[in-house]
């Protein structure tokens, strides 16, 4: 069951290249109990099975509650994030799709009934109980494990595996959502921009080189910016910026004063400022906090 709220969070556009070969890539992820600051969307469909723990995700401005051995299914550019329950920590493994590419030899002019798929709303099923529909668990469950294991022909028994989930996903979503919804195109007017963002965070950014990749005014830019990731580009910059520097305080022993410059800080104390702005502490005290964490393995 789901529960609607109205929320205002920050937004973040997480692209994910795919092979052309077989367009379907893995992440195993933990998820603490931290709070929901942000909210982020994929161009493509995004497949979860929670392994271990429970707590919430948000989609769009729906909120559900997940617990081990359920399924999570994202449309792309649909707005989400999850949480764990307060003081525990679940273990995820995410599956990042394109069916039509993946399953082109099946379909060449595209999976039947694919844009019940690509476009979320109030009545899409985000979460799947696996208790409840075990089919699709032992689908997605046969999935990775065909991902981890590689044996003899696992390319087309993924293909396969991900045909049966497909037609299993279109039958609990039979419903048509019209194409005039008109809001993951709308979204995507800013993607370059968000990209061009992704990919140039550590240089010097002009507000008109980002209303240029759209092909927009700097005014009409700023105002449609605005309205879809309810926050302005620059606000939106030092968001990156500062979510960037947390991989590098994680994963290596550079200087908070080397980090500030490589995210494209102009000074170590406006880093410190943002960074407390949006994460709620310093730098250094996260960067010890979160280690601390994350010192446990998967297993």
Same mark, same amino acid.
């Given at each position: 069951?789901?529960?609607? +709220? =109205?929320?205002?969070?920050?937004?973040?556009?997480?692209?994910?290249?795919l092979?052309?070969d077989?367009?379907?890539?893995?992440?195993? &992820?933990?998820?603490?109990?931290?709070?929901?600051?942000f909210?982020?969307?994929?161009?493509?469909?995004?497949?979860?099975?929670?392994?271990?723990?429970?707590?919430i995700?948000?989609?769009?401005?729906?909120?559900?509650?997940?617990?081990?051995?359920?399924?999570?299914?994202?449309?792309?550019?649909?707005?989400?994030?999850?949480?764990?329950?307060? $003081?525990?920590?679940?273990? &995820?493994?995410?599956?990042?799709?394109?069916?039509?590419l993946?399953?082109?030899?099946?379909?060449?002019? $595209? /999976?039947? =009934?694919?844009? =019940?798929?690509?476009?979320d709303?109030?009545d /899409?099923?985000?979460?799947?109980? !696996?208790?409840?529909?075990?089919?699709?668990?032992?689908?997605?469950? !046969?999935?990775?494990?065909?991902?981890?294991?590689?044996?003899?022909?696992?390319?087309?028994?993924?293909? $396969?595996?991900?045909l049966?989930?497909?037609?299993?996903?279109?039958?609990? =979503?039979? +419903?048509?959502?019209?194409?005039?919804?008109? +809001?993951?195109?709308?979204?995507?007017?800013?993607?370059?921009?968000?990209?061009?963002?992704?990919h140039?965070?550590?240089?010097? #950014?002009?507000?008109?080189?980002?209303?240029?990749?759209c092909?927009?005014?700097?005014t009409?830019f700023?105002?449609?910016?605005?309205? #879809?990731i309810?926050?302005?580009p620059?606000e939106?910059?030092?968001?990156?910026?500062?979510?960037?520097?947390?991989t590098?305080? %994680?994963?290596?022993?550079?200087?908070?004063?080397?980090?500030?410059?490589?995210? !494209? /800080?102009?000074?170590?104390?406006? %880093?410190?400022?943002?960074?407390?702005?949006?994460?709620?502490?310093?730098?250094?005290? &996260?960067?010890?906090?979160?280690?601390?964490?994350?010192?446990?393995?998967?297993?």
């Amino acid at each position: 069951m789901s529960k609607t +709220q =109205n929320f205002n969070f920050t937004i973040e556009y997480t692209p994910h290249i795919l092979p052309l070969d077989l367009p379907i890539v893995p992440l195993l &992820w933990k998820t603490a109990d931290a709070p929901i600051i942000f909210l982020h969307f994929h161009n493509c469909i995004e497949i979860g099975y929670c392994y271990s723990g429970d707590g919430i995700i948000v989609v769009e401005n729906r909120t559900y509650n997940f617990t081990a051995g359920d399924i999570s299914v994202i449309c792309p550019n649909a707005m989400h994030l999850s949480k764990s329950n307060q $003081g525990t920590e679940s273990k &995820w493994e995410y599956l990042y799709i394109d069916p039509n590419l993946l399953l082109k030899d099946f379909f060449p002019n $595209g /999976f039947p =009934n694919a844009d =019940n798929l690509m476009y979320d709303s109030p009545d /899409f099923v985000n979460i799947i109980p !696996g208790n409840e529909h075990t089919k699709i668990k032992s689908l997605v469950l !046969g999935i990775l494990d065909e991902i981890l294991y590689k044996r003899e022909n696992y390319q087309s028994s993924i293909r $396969g595996l991900c045909l049966a989930f497909m037609i299993e996903l279109t039958r609990l =979503n039979p +419903q048509k959502f019209p194409k005039q919804n008109k +809001q993951p195109e709308t979204r995507l007017i800013i993607a370059p921009a968000l990209e061009y963002i992704n990919h140039n965070y550590m240089n010097k #950014i002009k507000m008109k080189d980002l209303a240029d990749c759209c092909h927009l005014s700097i005014t009409h830019f700023r105002r449609v910016f605005s309205s #879809i990731i309810l926050t302005g580009p620059l606000e939106y910059l030092n968001h990156i910026r500062v979510r960037k520097s947390c991989t590098l305080l %994680y994963n290596t022993e550079e200087s908070i004063l080397d980090i500030s410059l490589q995210t !494209g /800080f102009p000074t170590v104390s406006s %880093y410190n400022r943002h960074f407390n702005d949006i994460i709620g502490t310093s730098p250094l005290k &996260w960067r010890n906090s979160v280690r601390s964490i994350h010192s446990k393995d998967y297993k």
